[in-house]
């Protein structure tokens, strides 16, 4: 019955690249930008060699002795030699762990909280000040505390990474439920929604992007618990190594065990990415030199 | 007595202070009485912040009015119902869903089964140009599309009565007059009763069978324009009706007089 109009969707299915202004031809436009962007690629690439190349023969060129930058040859024999004597992989594999469910359990706590909150305006008042309070108090400084308390376990290393990774996830959800359009919940009201309604068609999914920027954060976060959880007590993980490393001023090790400890942080974080793709796929999409797309 | 499809009687709403520095609260519209038969389509004009969408809340049933009772086909309104749905100046569809899952929202909220609902939506995603559009997301359509989609949400719930809320105030010119057209023809065609409220007086004109306009804070109808022209399921042809000029005029001086008193 509407009459045919002149509006086109902003996106045209199967859009053509549009020339960009000045160029006839579109063709030209994005043939440019990939090439660019693959020239970026390979830039990066040469920095990274470049980097290598230095670490190897730049200390000893510098004068800089083994005990302070072991050459990168030197740190990949001992990286094997662990492997092979030191049970580097069964460390590890307890510092992965411990980081995975830290980082779970500290997310699911800040979420659940975060929407109870969200949810009761007053109960956040009450709890604010005590939130805030735990919030300033640097996490870290629990881990000899919780060792007391749990022994030289994995348990308090984890619950260190529990606390940390908690409270950058409970402010954005409760940031995002308190954000969401109040019309938005007029709307659901006035179709009758009950208040669980309301929470999980609207409120909940409302959340989702600030969730994933607390859970991104978070993730990088973990690693510092667990880090932190194991230079204090314990003799398993990554953060063990280091500190034993450090204690026989074998240098390489503790280079073997920061770089795997970054690796993990990457792994973690890039689940959390790919999780997020899959979540907001019906976000526009934000890629390097897309420009103008979208509205 | 008749029975009005929408009516308030002697409604007033008063908000309570916030703070204490608010003082008494504040009384946003003032023993208003409105009837509006079945079928008949009613324009509401007036200041900003005179307590339009207060109204439109109360015959809504979202919120309660502090004296008088607002009636729905004679029964009064103490909540949600079915009979009522609304359409803001915003579209509100929510980013995650898909058109056809936006359409769907009310249903899927009210507990129609799948099958159902999914027969619903196919239709008035037809009925307003959507099919095409019914598996992507709000943020890849236009503002228009967007506002009809909106449209189309509100309709499927086969509402007796409409309250539109500025409904097209954000759209650009050309895409207004189109979507204005299209939604007088479905009031007409359909015989549906609705509160239309705008500031655009010549929308109020064109679309409407009558103008009621509201006074500044707190909110009373001050005067009621029956408009005596042909042709209200074409609003397009309406504007150029010769009588709309002289309404125009009349509205504009009214809404001078309603702001001078409030001076005084």
């Known amino acids: 019955m509407p009459s045919d109009t002149t509006e086109t969707p902003a996106t045209a299915p199967s859009q053509p690249a549009k020339p960009a202004q000045g160029a006839p031809d579109g063709g030209v436009g994005q ?3 990939r090439l660019s962007m693959a020239r970026e690629f390979h830039l990066s690439v040469i920095v990274l ?3 290598l190349a ?16 072991p050459r990168l040859s030197n740190v990949v024999t001992e990286f094997f030699f662990m492997l092979e004597n030191g049970r580097l992989l069964h460390h590890t594999w307890i510092t992965t762990y411990s980081v995975l469910v830290g980082f779970f359990l500290g997310a699911l706590l800040g979420m659940v909280i975060g929407y109870l909150l969200g949810m009761s305006p007053m109960t956040e ?3 604010s000040p005590y939130i805030l309070a735990l919030q300033i108090a640097p996490k870290v400084a629990f881990a000899p505390l919780l060792i007391m308390w749990f022994g030289y376990n994995i348990t308090p290393k984890i619950l260190v990474a529990v606390l940390i990774v908690f409270f950058p996830i409970l402010i954005n959800v409760l940031t995002a439920v308190r954000g969401v359009d109040p019309a938005m919940i007029n709307l659901a009201r006035s179709f009758n929604a009950s208040r669980w309604q309301i929470f999980w068609k609207i409120e909940f999914p409302a959340s989702m992007a600030p969730l994933f920027s607390g859970l991104r954060i978070g993730a ?5 618990g667990i880090t932190v959880g ?3 007590g314990g003799n398993t993980g990554l953060g063990y190594l280091l500190i034993e490393g450090e204690g026989q001023a074998n240098t390489k090790a503790v280079f073997v065990a920061i770089i795997l400890l970054t690796l993990i942080g990457i792994i973690a974080y890039c689940l959390v990415i790919l999780m997020e793709r899959w979540v907001l796929r019906y976000m526009p999409k934000r890629k390097f030199g897309d420009v103008g797309n979208h509205p | 007595m008749a029975r009005y499809r929408l009516e308030f009687k002697g409604v007033s709403k008063h908000f309570p202070p916030m703070r204490r520095s608010d003082g008494e609260g504040v009384l946003a519209i003032d023993g208003v ?5 079945e079928g008949e389509v009613v324009a509401l004009i007036g200041p900003s912040g005179c307590g339009k969408s207060t109204l439109l809340n109360l015959a809504s049933g979202l919120d309660r009015p502090s004296r008088g009772n607002v009636f729905v086909d004679g029964e009064e309104v103490d909540g949600p119902n079915e009979h009522v749905a609304f359409m803001l100046q915003k579209d509100l569809l929510l980013p995650w869903r898909t058109i056809r899952k936006n359409v769907e929202f009310g249903q899927e909220i009210r507990g129609l089964d799948a099958a159902e609902r999914r027969k619903r939506s196919e239709h008035f995603l037809a009925k307003y140009h959507l099919s095409d559009f019914a598996n992507r997301y709000p943020h890849e359509l236009s503002g228009g599309m967007r506002q009809r989609a909106a449209l189309a949400r509100t309709m499927v719930m086969y509402p007796d009565v409409l309250l539109l809320d500025e409904p097209f105030s954000a759209l650009d010119a050309q895409t207004k007059m189109v979507l204005q057209q299209d939604l007088a023809r479905t009031l007409f065609e359909e015989k549906k009763t609705a509160l239309l409220i705008t500031h655009d007086l010549v929308e109020a004109l064109a679309m409407s069978d009558r103008v009621l306009v509201m006074s500044r804070r707190p909110g009373k109808i ?3 324009i029956v408009v005596d022209a042909e042709n209200r399921q074409d609003p397009m042809s309406r504007r150029q009706h010769p009588k709309i000029g002289p309404y125009i005029a009349e509205l504009m001086s009214l809404l001078d007089i309603g702001h001078a008193e409030e001076l005084v």
């Open chain 1, 31 to 33: 043939t440019l930008r």
């Open chain 1, 49 to 51: 060699i470049v980097f």
């Open chain 1, 54 to 69: 230095f670490w190897e023969w730049g200390p000893p060129l510098l004068g800089i002795r083994e005990f302070i930058i």
């Open chain 1, 125 to 127: 008042i009450v709890a």
């Open chain 1, 220 to 224: 990088t976060l973990a690693v510092i």
């Open chain 1, 230 to 232: 194991e230079f204090v």
């Open chain 2, 33 to 37: 009485d409105v009837a509006i038969e």
């Open chain 2, 222 to 224: 001050i005067r009621e």
